[in-house]
């Protein structure tokens, strides 16, 4: 069993920088596929961004691309999604996830694993 805490959240203005973090543990990291997803308010949820078990594979969604950056450190457990020139559309709950097939999946029913999310605020 995989446990995936998310931080990193925060208010900040538009044109601003956040970087999420996800620290997992109870199982061997570097197996594990892994994704951002995020869920605005009376949407469903969407993917974001996915990083392969080495990091050597990314895959973004076409609305953050050039502006989201995801990486992974398996000696620290730790995936991270750096956020750059936000935008108010991007407030939303950003959740991680794990894959232990260790696959960079864009569906959110290829995970098995997730966070409770941190929320990101972009004010105008």
């Known amino acids: 069993q995989v446990q995936l805490v998310e931080s990193g959240g925060g208010l900040v203005q538009t044109g601003g920088s956040l970087r999420l973090s996800c620290a997992a543990s109870?199982?061997?990291?570097?197996?594990?596929?892994m994704g951002w997803f995020r869920q605005a308010p009376g949407k469903e949820r969407e993917f974001v961004a996915a990083i392969s078990t080495y990091g050597g594979t990314t895959y973004y969604a076409d609305s953050v691309k050039g502006r989201f950056t995801i990486s992974r450190d398996n000696a620290k457990n730790t995936v991270y999604l750096q956020i750059n020139s936000l935008k108010p559309e991007d407030t939303a709950v950003y959740y991680c996830?794990?894959?232990?097939?260790?696959?960079?999946?864009?569906?959110?029913?290829?995970?098995?694993?997730w966070g409770q999310g941190t929320q990101v605020t972009v004010s105008l």
């Open positions: 996830a794990a894959d232990q097939g260790g696959r960079p999946a864009l569906s959110q029913y290829e995970y098995d694993y």
């Open positions: 109870g199982g061997t990291f570097s197996r594990y596929g």
